[in-house]
């Protein structure tokens, strides 16, 4: 059964903005903590954004005041707005989401997506 479904990514300038979906399976978007990693080729994975429980959203530093996560209770849907994107912002995207906080951030999250591409070109 496939819980997370990404989709939005694509190829743009740098300075432009891109707006990433989740749609989540109801399982998937019950999960206390819901967000975004990404990981690009020869590079450690990262957090880029996530929510929890409370709707409390935390972002890795590099991406402060770029980017914004949200999500439409209704829908299911996370989202991941990208402003004033950068090259170094270019990697694989995944939706992510998991009761457990540690698991969450570990390398095999009860719910993950297949990953949308965004690739920022100089």
């Known amino acids: 059964q496939v819980h997370l479904v990404e989709s939005g990514g694509g190829s743009v300038q740098s300075g432009g903005s891109l707006t990433l979906s989740c749609a989540a399976s109801p399982d998937a978007y019950s999960s206390y903590y819901r967000g975004w990693f990404r990981q690009a080729p020869g590079k450690e994975r990262e957090g880029v954004a996530r929510l929890d429980g409370y709707g409390q959203a935390i972002y890795l530093h590099s991406v402060e005041g770029r980017f914004s996560i949200s999500e439409d209770n209704a829908k299911n849907m996370l989202y991941l707005r990208m402003n004033n994107l950068k090259p170094e912002d270019t990697a694989m995207y995944y939706c992510?989401?998991?009761?457990?906080?540690?698991?969450?951030?570990?390398?095999?999250?009860?719910?993950r997506g297949q990953g949308t591409q965004v690739t920022v070109l100089a």
């Open positions: 992510v989401a998991d009761p457990s906080p540690i698991r969450y951030s570990g390398p095999n999250p009860r719910y």
